[in-house]
């Protein structure tokens, strides 16, 4: 009996002190929210300064997203002995993008204590100051734990010009970083590696940069933008490539990507032998399925013989970004409670970022929800730090998707400390794609004919599983069941993307099915 009183005890104490955490994270969230900036400097300079580590995060994120410069010495000295490593991220991530170039060594330095863990994340951060960032990543970057190709896209982000610079020093100085630097770019709308450095890479006694750099070009000649078309002088390059008779993969791939760009055949007999190799079928596996339309039937039936039929390319727009961001963990939890929003919301927000990767303005008159959910949505979109997905990606979109399923989960909490892919395949990163663990079946509106129709929807999964935003991809004409397909995917659940053994975000097009 003493003993279960004595539980009994402990635990009334425990569940107090986590009510009181809750209410000073709260009450920390709503004093980051208000419009007196003198007032938000002395909430978070309170909590900068608290014992508690859940405070020091959001604080550090708060501190970031309302521009409280006068607080990075504070916020710097802090990070020095911070013990926390979730609090550290985010106190280093302030650093740098309240105090800019000078804050970034400093930041490392910070990591250095948690073992490199946070490498990543201070990159990513960096890699918004632009030029200062290029300049940074080969004084200082280069031979850390990055994540190079966030670091790549959050670096260019809406700055192209850069990136023909970039490239040629990365393929001077760092030929692992350039094919990094190219799986980045190979989903962008148009060439960002000029024809010099191009060239170069083509005609590199590395067999292997040779073959992922004509692999990369076979996917820009596959596009149907005419932005991505190759000039005369790659064509006479391309052209002029002479194939070692013992390497399957480039007998592959300066075929094909001679036909893809309407050079004359050659090496019939060694093309088709070579397209049966091992490592060539990984190579098909990851290309365009166009490729594919490059062969005759008896070439086709020799490279699909591994893995079978092969999939249409998806047509479909890649965002901008998608929001609301990850948070600090509790963040999104405070908001909730603070608004007193139960529902669920759907709907398209209009949203316009810095070049920090916060949110400016924003506009929710399309989305469908409370004025309660509308403030929660509010707060979330003003405390999140935007990643974006193409160099080449407006600040700017129209067609933000939001969307939350009533009682479904909430999936914005920052889940991880580090993302860094590192050993690579072929030159790109080995890939597993996110693995469906729970899927949750729409029910069909009322008022709607029950036949058997699919949705496609992409989703975006988060290293830990959930489903942060979805939009539509393949709708149908009846919005009543889009919208049922869009809060049946926004709860899913899933076994993570890995690249190599790191958990990653990760956008998955899934279908729902609607099923009599």
């Known amino acids: 009996m003493r003993a279960s009183i004595c539980s009994f005890?402990?635990?009334?104490?425990?569940?107090?002190?986590?009510?009181?955490?809750?209410?000073?994270?709260?009450?920390?969230?709503?004093a980051g929210a208000q419009p007196d900036l003198k007032a938000v400097e002395t909430a978070v300079t309170n909590a900068i300064r608290s014992d508690d580590p859940a405070l020091r995060t959001i604080a550090a994120r708060i501190a970031t997203v309302r521009r409280?410069?006068?607080l990075v010495n504070l916020i710097s000295s802090y990070a020095d002995r911070e013990p926390n490593a979730e609090a550290a991220r985010e106190e280093a991530r302030a650093m740098i993008l309240l105090g800019g170039k000078r804050n970034i060594d400093h930041a490392f330095y910070i990591s250095d204590r948690f073992s490199k863990r946070l490498d990543g994340p201070v990159a990513t951060a960096a890699a918004y100051l632009g030029a200062d960032a290029v300049d940074s990543y080969f004084a200082s970057m280069q031979k850390r734990k990055i994540d190079a190709g966030d670091f790549f896209r959050a670096a260019l982000w809406n700055r192209p010009q850069l990136a023909a610079n970039f490239a040629a020093r990365l393929l001077a100085n760092d030929k692992e970083a350039f094919k990094t630097f190219m799986f980045v770019t190979e989903s962008e709308p148009r060439l960002l590696i000029d024809t010099d450095t191009l060239i170069a890479a083509l005609t590199s006694t590395d067999l292997e940069l040779r073959a992922d750099t004509v692999w990369f070009l076979i996917t820009h000649a596959l596009k149907p933008s005419a932005a991505s078309s190759i000039d005369s002088r790659l064509r006479d390059a391309i052209g002029a490539l002479r194939v070692p008779r013992d390497n399957a993969d480039l007998i592959v791939s300066v075929e094909l990507l001679r036909r893809?760009?309407?050079?004359?055949?050659?090496?019939?007999?060694?093309?088709?032998y070579s397209l049966a190799n091992e490592d060539v079928q990984d190579r098909l596996y990851f290309a365009p399925s166009k490729v594919f339309k490059l062969m005759n039937d008896i070439e086709k039936s020799t490279a699909l013989e591994q893995f079978g039929k092969v999939e249409e390319d998806s047509n479909q727009d890649i965002?901008?970004?998608?929001?609301?961001?990850?948070?600090?963990?509790?963040?999104?939890?405070?908001?909730?409670?603070?608004?007193?929003?139960?529902?669920?919301w759907l709907g398209t927000a209009k949203v316009k970022v810095d070049e920090n990767g916060l949110v400016v303005w924003h506009d929710l008159s399309a989305v469908d929800t409370s004025d309660n959910c509308k403030r929660a949505l509010d707060m979330m979109l003003r405390y999140s730090i935007v990643e974006n997905f193409l160099i080449t990606a407006p600040r700017q979109s129209d067609n933000v998707s939001l969307v939350h399923a009533p009682n479904g989960p909430l999936c914005f909490d920052e889940t991880r400390v580090i993302s860094m892919p590192t050993e690579r395949v072929f030159g790109w990163p080995a890939i597993r794609v996110p693995r469906a663990t729970r899927k949750v079946n729409p029910s069909y509106p009322a008022g709607v004919a029950r036949t058997a129709v699919d949705v496609g929807v992409e989703t975006m999964v988060t290293a830990g599983g959930c489903v942060r935003a979805v939009r539509l991809v393949k709708p149908t004409a009846s919005p009543a069941l889009n919208a049922a397909a869009l809060?049946?995917?926004?709860q899913w659940q899933f076994e993570p993307a890995l690249i190599n053994t790191n958990a990653v975000d990760w956008l998955q097009d899934i279908t729902i099915e609607f099923r009599p």
């Open 260 to 272: 893809a760009i309407g050079l004359p055949q050659r090496n019939f007999v060694e093309f088709r």
């Open 319 to 344: 965002p901008p970004f998608v929001l609301p961001s990850t948070l600090p963990q509790g963040m999104t939890a405070a908001i909730m409670s603070l608004t007193g929003c139960k529902e669920g």
């Open 487 to 490: 809060f049946a995917a926004q």
């Open 9 to 30: 005890v402990l635990a009334f104490f425990l569940g107090a002190a986590g009510f009181a955490q809750s209410d000073a994270v709260r009450n920390l969230v709503a």
């Open 68 to 70: 409280l410069t006068g």
